[in-house]
């Protein structure tokens, strides 16, 4: 049963998962597709989570995204309240401040190669933080040769980890914490619970199918229209259903790439 709904503000939207979006030109969801989002959000008793891109929305933009209460994604530059802040690299892991609050969580989207050589800036931001998700860009291009070196650096995180939950602080870091704390899968389940609504109206199983042109599954005219919808669905995946990888996203999109 789908949730959420996550809205496309525009093609340049920050990317908060595995995909990469469009950068350059500027293609801006019209004011009329967000009032029809809205309504069909609040008809369906749907949660918006709305992605924003690296520019101010106009007032008569926000008017809207205020009707009904929403989850705001946002680039590292933006100075809008947030419930996720996603870091695009290290470069930009570096620049920005943190905040303690409890209901903001830190994507930082990251290669493999940066988080074996630069893993040790991530450790004094630890203590300023609750929330931190790594996600990699580059899972396409992982090799067993990875494996080892990217151990030991799970390995050492771990023990800094440690050491700060000795001291009383207790972040969390996907990559490692979730695994603890989870007793059941915590997958991704786009397609599932959640759909995205892109700038042309139409919906996508996640954005990286809106990017990718993989095919819509609906509009706000006609509506959803999941065909095969057991395909997204772990129970119809004989192997993700028995595994006991409970943070793995189990990323739909990274499937279609993939395999």
């Known amino acids: 049963m789908v949730k959420y709904l996550i809205v496309l503000l525009d093609d340049t939207c920050t990317s908060f998962c595995h995909y990469k979006s469009i950068n350059g030109k500027r293609n801006l969801i019209s004011l009329d597709v967000l009032k029809k989002a809205v309504h069909f959000a609040m008809k369906e008793n ?30 590292a ?12 690299g290290f470069n930009d892991f570096n620049r920005i401040s943190f905040s303690l609050h409890s209901g903001v ?8 190669k940066s988080i074996m050589t630069q893993w040790e ?14 996600v990699y ?24 980890l440690t050491e700060l939950a000795m001291k009383g602080y ?6 490692l914490t979730d695994r603890i704390l989870l007793s059941k899968m915590n997958n991704c389940n786009a397609g599932v619970e959640n759909v995205t609504l892109a700038p042309d ?7 990286g199918f809106y990017y990718d042109k993989l095919g819509s599954i609906g509009s706000l005219s006609e509506g959803l229209k999941i065909s095969n919808s057991q395909l997204y669905k ?9 595994c006991d990888s409970y943070h793995c996203k189990r990323c739909i999109w990274l499937n279609k790439r993939t395999t």
């Open 201 to 207: 109206g139409q919906f996508y199983v996640c954005p």
């Open 234 to 242: 772990i129970e119809y995946a004989p192997i993700c259903r028995i």
């Open 121 to 134: 800036i991530l450790i004094p931001k630890l203590e300023q933080i609750t929330r931190l998700n790594i």
């Open 46 to 75: 749907l949660l918006i989570q709305y992605i924003y891109p690296d520019y101010e929305l106009p007032e008569s933009y926000n008017d809207v995204i205020d009707d009904m209460n929403h989850v705001n994604i946002v680039p």
């Open 170 to 175: 207790y972040p969390q870091v996907n990559i």
């Open 105 to 112: 969580a830190y994507i930082l989207r990251t290669e493999l």
């Open 77 to 88: 530059c933006s100075d809008l309240p947030a419930e996720a802040v996603v870091i695009d």
């Open 137 to 160: 860009t580059d899972v396409c291009e992982f090799n067993d040769q990875d494996s080892s070196k990217y151990a030991e650096v799970l390995s050492q995180l771990a023990e800094h």
